[in-house]
């Protein structure tokens, strides 16, 4: 019903910036809301930025005042501005969207990761 990609992941140096891109297809018109979660080897996926339109975005403690979420509702994206990135912002980025199916009724879509890696 919907597919998820994004892009911009890579390598920075500590300190650096990069702009994580998802776009998203398919039954656009049905999406609730998207946001943004990451992944380090061997640790629990976590929010990093969300919103639903009209509400404001949320931002995980460790990231608030260096990332930015935006979202492009005519080109159905979001991003992500992550600035003074540190090494332990490495992870694998995922795009997140809150999809509504039957009435009443909100289903997960994921896409497939971009990996983030910050060397020190």
């Known amino acids: 019903q919907v597919q998820l990609v994004e892009s911009g992941g890579g390598l920075v140096q500590a300190g650096g910036s990069l702009r994580l891109s998802c776009a998203a297809s398919?039954?656009?018109?049905?999406?609730?809301?998207m946001g943004w979660y990451r992944q380090a080897p061997g640790k629990e996926r976590e929010l990093v930025a969300a919103?639903?339109?009209?509400?404001?975005?949320s931002y995980a403690d460790s990231v608030k005042g260096r990332f930015a979420f935006s979202r492009d509702n005519a080109q159905n994206t979001v991003y992500l501005q992550m600035n003074s990135l540190k090494p332990e912002d490495t992870a694998v980025y995922y795009c997140?969207?809150?999809?509504?199916?039957?009435?009443?009724?909100?289903?997960?879509?994921w896409g497939q990761g971009t990996q983030v890696t910050v060397s020190s």
């Open positions: 919103s639903s339109s009209g509400t404001s975005t």
């Open positions: 398919g039954r656009t018109a049905s999406i609730n809301a």
């Open positions: 997140h969207a809150d999809v509504l199916g039957a009435p009443g009724h909100v289903l997960d879509y």
